[in-house]
């Protein structure tokens, strides 16, 4: 079975930035495509980019597109979601997403 652990969230200050770190360990055969999600209080949850097995393709929302940047370390297994310029309406708990499995989210939270 495979694990997804996010981390990297946090409070952050509008304007700033946060990297978020999505690690997939267990029994993992070969890389996946990855995405991340994210959701709200009171709202769905919905996402926010994603990136392909050879990370040759890349994804994002509207909402996101040209701050965010999704990639992968060198080895596949770890993916990074960059988010700079951060706005109070990111402010949710943030998911990653593969392997058909969900990590445990980690909380972004944007507030002067």
């Known amino acids: 079975q495979v694990q997804l652990v996010e981390s990297g969230g946090g409070l952050v200050e509008p304007g700033g930035s946060l990297r978020l770190s999505c690690t997939a360990s267990?029994?993992?055969?070969?890389?996946?495509?990855v995405a991340w999600y994210r959701q709200a209080p009171g709202k769905q949850r919905e996402l926010v980019a994603s990136?392909?097995?050879?990370?040759?393709?890349?994804y994002y929302s509207n909402s996101v597109r040209g701050r965010f940047t999704i990639s992968r370390a060198t080895a596949g297994i770890t993916v990074y979601l960059q988010m700079n310029n951060l706005k109070p309406e990111d402010t949710a708990v943030y998911y990653c997403?593969?392997?058909?499995?969900w990590g445990q989210g980690t909380q972004v939270t944007v507030s002067s």
């Open positions: 997403n593969g392997y058909n499995v």
């Open positions: 267990g029994s993992i055969r070969g890389i996946a495509g």
């Open positions: 990136i392909s097995t050879s990370g040759d393709f890349t």
